[in-house]
């Protein structure tokens, strides 16, 4: 059960180490995605730790620091259970890449997005164990997997401020699905932080530190940020750009798949739905159109707030080829922007303009 290996994803982009997703149609069968088939991102090696021997340090801005084995976080906290969907912003980045080349970035299309029951324990619970100091603004996770980024040992880590800390949501989580978690999605124990990207949630936790700014990390300090479109490369000004946190609304067409050759007459259309900016999704909306007239899908599917919506609807298509486009609104009345121009960037991140599937019916 603990093997990193044990996987079955078959979209695979990198081996070495793991990229790799499944399906949108298999990805689509599941409301809660197996632990073998959840999409995996690795940035480096995946660590072979040992539980007994495993500690968990928290320190910084705080009264007093702390150290854990996996046992005391374990009976020294009550377990939160939540269910979160986790996406890499990398998600979609193929269709930015259709327009002006991105070099050297996994080309994902939709599929590095899956859901889970996670439990764990709260992280403002462990906080306030170790007794936040009042110039503490930030909350710093370390990894404990080796990562190299231009020749240097960079380490994996991130940062996300104090009150988003403080959410009853995020957890340090030890199990997914019911079962502790295996090696490659952060055995003995990660960050879930629901609603933001999916880098923030940093496996094989080693430390975690209070601190008055941002994570100094490769991951938070230079990856990881938002450019406008006319940046065309990375700045010798690191500080530039803005350090994503939510999660923006997206739809996505699971089934059919694009390229698909169909029969003409009803066509049923499934998908999911996910934005990780707390206001829950209201509607998703198809249209075979262009975006002149959209059908209403039925959201067949929902838990958590953080969790995913799955969705369906079933459109007449007459013969001849013809594009779908998915689009979903949420409870705050923002929906997704139609281009993909107007949201490249040169890492390829939080592209959710409308998704577009081309099809051709006989
Ligand atoms: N944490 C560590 N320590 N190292 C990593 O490479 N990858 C991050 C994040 N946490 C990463 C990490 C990224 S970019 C994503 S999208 C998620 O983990 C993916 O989690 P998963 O592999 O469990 O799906
Ligand atoms: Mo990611």
């Known amino acids: 059960m603990s093997n990193s290996s044990a996987h079955a994803l078959t979209i695979v982009y990198q081996e070495q180490p793991l990229n790799a997703g499944t399906p949108l149609p298999i990805l689509r069968r599941s409301f809660v995605t197996p632990q073998t088939l959840f999409f995996a991102r690795n940035h480096g090696s995946i660590p072979a730790i040992d539980p007994a021997t495993y500690r968990l340090r928290v320190g910084g801005m705080v009264r007093s620091p702390l150290e854990f084995s996996l046992e005391e976080l374990q009976s020294r906290f009550p377990s939160q259970t939540i269910m979160g969907t986790l ?11 259709a327009l002006h080349a991105i070099p050297n970035e996994i080309p994902w299309g939709a599929e590095p997005i899956s859901n889970a029951r996670w439990r764990g324990v709260a992280l403002r619970d462990v906080l306030q164990a170790a007794g936040i100091a009042p110039e503490a603004r930030y909350v710093s996770f370390s990894g404990l997997d080796e990562v190299w980024e231009e020749g240097k040992a960079v380490g994996f880590g991130s940062s996300i401020v104090l009150e988003k800390a403080q959410a009853p949501e995020v957890l340090l989580a030890f199990e997914m699905n019911g079962e502790p978690l295996t090696p490659m999605h952060g055995f003995p124990v990660r960050v879930i932080i629901p609603g933001y990207i999916g880098a923030r949630s940093v496996k094989w936790l080693g430390t975690i530190t209070l601190q008055d700014e941002p994570s100094h990390n490769y991951f938070q300090a230079q990856a990881y940020k938002l450019f406008p479109p006319n940046v065309t490369q990375a700045p010798t000004d690191t500080t530039q750009g803005k350090m994503l946190e939510t999660l923006p609304l997206n739809a996505v067409i699971c089934i059919p798949q694009d390229g698909q050759t169909l029969e003409a007459g009803p066509v049923r259309i499934l998908g999911y739905a996910f934005t990780g900016e707390g206001s829950p999704i209201q509607r998703v909306e198809v249209s075979a159109d262009k975006g002149t007239t959209w059908t209403i899908a039925t959201i067949t599917e929902r838990n958590d707030p953080w969790a995913w919506c799955f969705w369906e609807t079933t459109l007449n298509l007459p013969p001849g080829p013809c594009q779908l486009f998915a689009r979903a609104w949420d ?24 998704h577009r599937i081309r099809l051709h019916l006989t």
């Not at 990398?90 to 930015?96: P, T």
């Not at 409870?331 to 409308?354: C, E, I, S, V």
């Open 87 to 97: 996406q890499c912003t990398g998600s979609r980045r193929d269709e930015l890449m």
């Open 331 to 354: 409870a705050a009345g923002h929906t997704q922007p139609a281009d993909a121009r107007q949201l490249w960037n040169f890492k390829g991140y939080a592209n959710n303009a409308w």
